[in-house]
């Protein structure tokens, strides 16, 4: 299946306009579980939360994520815990307060595979839901997300988030989560498309993600924007053969190409070096 790279694609994340004629979105990440495979990105108290708003802020953040669970694989980083909506609420809650004390404007997306979750997230002030099982683990998500007037970034996934690494196979599985926010009414440009990089099932390897981010353009294909979550992950920690605090420099490597090959929207833990990079790539690409 050839991409059609003629094609204008924009959409609209949380408000904010993006695609082929705007410069990279970043969307920096506040993790509030302790079991999140970067210990470094965890907040848990209010206080710590606060400092990781401002410092997100102070370093150009486009967009807020924040999960209130782990979603880090528990066969590569030997941790787990008990994922509940009630622990995603109880913990989203304290985040939110500081937002409210903070008076902060910039977007905010919920990472959530919940419709309770995302409700509650929507009804304190998220725009924007990102669900890593591409609407699939929840039947009542694409509703309430539609329902909000919201936005949604949809992970690639059949059974199970990122258990689809193939450029055909992650194709067909976004087509089918694509048509269900459709068909609940979230508007074609609020739904935003992620390829699902990472180390999500034992079965899939690094060179997976390495062949995706060279295939990346081929995502065009879905006239979606295309988001991609490099940062920090295992795939660059596998050929740097280093722990995830020293994996920023691999990741910026990683994300100045991804940002050739077409991303629109950077997931990161490292906002101020990661948009460096990618302002960067995105010039040259404007001139190739």
Known sequence: MKSNHKNI??????GLKLGDNYDPIIIGV??????????ESVNESLDTIKI??????????????????????????????????????????TFFDAIIDLNISV?????TQSHKTAQFALEHGATIIND??????DKKMADTISSNNASTILMACRDQPG??????EVIVELEKSIELGI??????????IDPGLGSWTSQRKEHHDYTMISQLEELRVLNQCILVGISRKS?????????????????????SIAIMRGAHIVRTHDVRATKDACLIANRIKKLS
Request: charged share 20%; hydrophobic share 40%.
């Open 163 to 168: 258990d689809v690494f193939k450029l055909l």
């Open 235 to 255: 795939f660059i920690g596998a050929i740097l053969e280093v722990s995830p605090e020293k994996r920023l420099w691999g990741s910026l490597a990683a994300t």
């Open 52 to 93: 990781r708003i401002n410092q997100l802020i102070e370093e150009g953040v486009d967009i807020i994520d924040v999960g209130g669970v782990s979603s880090a694989p528990s066969f590569l980083y030997k941790e787990s815990e008990v994922r509940s909506t009630e622990t995603e609420i109880i913990r989203l809650a």
């Open 9 to 14: 694609i924009q959409g609209d994340l949380g």
């Open 30 to 39: 506040i993790n509030l579980s302790p079991t999140s495979f970067y210990k």
């Open 183 to 192: 068909s609940a009414g979230i508007p074609r440009s609020n739904i935003i």
């Open 132 to 137: 890593i099982s591409g609407l699939k683990a």
């Open 107 to 111: 977007p905010i997306s919920v990472d």
